[in-house]
């Protein structure tokens, strides 16, 4: 897509019928200044659906309300999910300003849907009587979702509440848009150049590689190297430069991403963040957003949060007091500093790997080419769901790096299409993330999904991935197919919409068969010899696949549990986001030589928007659920075991939110979840 600014042509692609191979949106046509005519009519549109839903002169029904409510606003739906997907995935200055101003508009649109009073009205009549409607169980669950969903935007505040409260979200909308740009700002600034061989001591070839490439797309002399933000530079730079004040520079710009005074300075923009927020919880009637947020969770409660996380924290911080003697003798041996900071613990962490169980990350990356991976967690989805992916080119897509594939079902029906785009780039926000360009649904006889799984590898020829690179690729996959498979008669149910808390549990449970030895016995091949990973490298692995848990651990819990607390204040308390911070970590015993995954200037888990405020934890939540659900495929003996996997299709990845999350799960696995298997999975609970 191109970025140029332009006066859109009369005729505009995104009003038109998208009528190319699989209904793909026109990337190739679309220009920015297309959007904002579009939303004008799309908007427009959607509107005039709501008032005809709203004003139906018949009594409502199901048909004539819920399902009405549910297939409407499709010409909306698309732009938005085009616009979103460029957003992230392949922004522009253009776009940015056009995002900038479109958060508040998207947010006052969707308050004249959810505060439409007389269209609440119909569904709130529907919903009292909906025990006594012949309704099957989707359709009630639809009934009872759209409610909630209704009741939590508004619609049962008195007329001034509502207006104020339309006002907390508009405002909200934009800041959370802001938020995200100015991280983006700070890693799209930020390089490192490495100016001669002293800077790159200790640099194995893949990050050598990596770093000429980023040093390419930046435009700069063929053979430089850089160090970006991009965590899949940034870390193993980390991991290996034998440069301990590189290291220092590279961390301290990560941390300080978002924090620096000026016009990308997230702290003033948080704090406002957090103050509408409890503003919103105290309109609906609740102590705190966090109480607020939970009400549509599994964990219920904050209180049931602090006490999953606590069960892995104090364990956590015990066994890295163990793991830290032995960095500080492998410090000791080395020459380096024995008191440790933050930017000494993954280069120590991988001396000691390679001491403890002769294990390199050098010698296994060749194994894990991108491509290879990518074959690998295909393979899986074939063996479990019986389903296949058959590449296609010569479309038009986003980017030229994104790759189209055609997934097809056992009977080679198509099924849906899936979108990959793996690698790191200025215009791109960091992290990995599932969307969708179009979802399933059963409107007009049946949607084809159109998935996107988004990642922020170093672009290398070949790309070459760590083992922690390949678990992101399935996790993401694993949302992919949760995606993909969903067989939903209602848009609101399919797929991915469903509580935030168990979102996670098909992408974490995926991550499992990364692991598995037949799954790598014959994907995990050296990129330039072809020759398996082997027995040996393989148990090498497996042997140190606990070593550095207890910091991982201690890294993300940190900010779940400093998350729970910032949203668990009391309304109306002001809050100094660094200060906030810093009191937590104390509080907490955080280790200043591990830290923090995630510094609040630049979480956009919690302020890009509202989908994971009060809910970092969800990633642990959903790892119980995980660890406990991958157990069933261990009984039967086979992770690919027929009878399991088809329980597993049809209550977790095709259901959607067609059932209660935790009737999906006891209908899956035959009971409830149990905590043990994650704290044994995590090496902090003996076996």
């Known amino acids: 897509m191109t970025s140029v600014t332009c006066a859109a042509p009369a005729i505009n692609p995104l009003l038109q019928d998208w009528s190319g191979p699989y209904g793909l949106p026109p990337f190739a ?71 900038r101003e479109m958060a508040p508009r998207q947010a006052a649109h969707n308050n004249a849907v959810y505060m439409n009073a007389t269209l609440f009205q119909r569904i709130d009549s529907l919903y009292d009587q909906r025990n006594s409607l012949a309704l099957d169980a989707e359709q009630l669950r639809l009934v009872e979702r759209v409610h909630l969903d209704f009741v939590r935007a508004g619609a049962k505040l008195a007329p001034e509440a509502r207006q104020r409260y339309g006002a907390v979200m508009q405002e909200l909308a934009g800041l959370c848009a802001q938020f995200g740009q100015n991280v983006l700002a700070d890693e799209a600034s930020f390089v490192l150049e490495l100016k001669d061989e002293a800077d ?52 301290r710009a990560r941390v300080a991403r978002g924090a620096h005074t000026g016009s990308h300075d997230n702290r003033p923009v948080a704090a406002r963040i957090m103050a509408l927020r409890q503003e919103q919880a105290a309109l609906h009637g609740y102590a705190s957003y966090a109480d607020y947020e939970l009400v ?14 606590m069960q892995a924290w104090e364990p956590a911080k015990a066994q890295a007091n163990a793991d830290r003697e032995a960095l500080v003798a492998m410090a000791k041996s080395l ?27 050098a010698e296994v990356k060749p194994y894990f080419a991108l491509d290879n991976m990518i074959n690998a967690m295909f393979d899986c989805a074939h063996r479990l769901f019986g389903i296949s992916f058959v590449e296609q080119q010569g479309h038009a897509l986003h980017h030229p790096d994104a790759r189209l594939w055609e997934v097809r079902g056992g009977g080679d029906e198509l099924v849906g299409l899936f979108i990959g785009d793996n690698y790191a780039r200025p215009s791109k926000r960091s992290g990995a993330w599932m969307s969708v360009f179009r979802s399933q649904s059963g409107h007009a006889g049946g949607t084809l999904p159109i998935v996107i799984n988004n990642n922020n590898f170093a672009k290398a020829a070949p790309t070459l991935l760590s083992f922690a690179d390949v678990r992101t690729l399935f996790h993401e996959f694993g949302h992919g197919l949760h995606g993909l498979l969903s067989k939903a008669k209602y848009e ?22 990364a692991l598995e030895d037949e799954v790598l016995t014959r994907h995990a091949r050296h ?63 955080v ?4 830290g923090l995954r995630h510094h609040l200037s630049h979480f956009q888990h919690l302020f890009s928007g509202a989908s994971y405020a009060a809910g970092y934890y969800v ?23 027929p009878e399991t996997a088809a329980l597993l299709l049809r209550h977790v990845y095709s259901a959607g939110n067609t059932q209660e999350p935790m009737a999906a799960f006891r209908a899956f696995r035959g009971r409830d979840p149990q905590v043990a298997p994650m704290l044994k999975k995590r090496g902090l609970l003996s076996a």
């Open 619 to 641: 990633y642990m939540w959903a790892e119980v659920l995980e660890a406990d659900g991958f157990d069933a495929f261990t009984q039967a003996s086979n992770p690919f075991d």
């Open 527 to 589: 990129y330039a010899t072809g020759e398996s990973l082997g027995a040996a490298l393989l148990a090498k692995l497996k042997a140190a696949r606990h070593f550095d848990q207890a910091w991982q651990t201690v890294q993300y819990v940190g900010p779940a549990l400093i998350d729970m607390a910032l949203h668990s204040l009391p309304n109306g308390s002001p809050v100094d986001i660094a200060q906030f911070e810093l009191q937590q970590c104390q509080l907490l015993g």
């Open 296 to 309: 549509d969770r599994m964990a219920g409660q904050p209180s049931a949060v602090i006490e999953l996380l």
């Open 591 to 594: 280790p200043p030589d591990i």
């Open 200 to 251: 790159l001591v200790g640099l194995p070839k893949f990050v050598l590689a990596a770093a000429e490439s980023a040093s390419t797309q930046r435009g700069l002399p063929v053979g430089s190297h850089v160090i970006t933000l991009s965590p899949s530079l940034a870390e193993p730079f980390l991991t290996f430069s034998a440069r301990r004040d590189l290291r220092e520079l590279i961390w």
């Open 29 to 99: 046509a679309v220009q920015p200044d297309h959007f904002l005519p579009a939303f004008d009519v799309a908007l427009a549109a959607h509107l005039a659906e709501i008032d005809a839903i709203a004003g139906n002169p018949e009594p409502a029904s199901f048909t004539n309300t819920m399902q009405a409510f549910d297939e409407s606003g499709r010409l909306r739906s698309r732009t938005e999910l085009l616009f979103h997907n460029l957003t992230a995935s392949e922004t522009s200055p253009a776009l940015q300003a056009l995002e």
């Open 492 to 513: 609101r149910l399919a797929g991915t919409r469903v509580l935030r808390d168990y979102v996670e549990f098909p992408s974490q449970l995926f991550e499992n068969w």
């Open 335 to 361: 020459g380096e500093p024995q008191e440790l900071t933050a930017w000494d613990w993954r280069y120590l962490a991988q001396k000691v790997r390679e001491q403890r169980y002769s294990l390199d990350d």
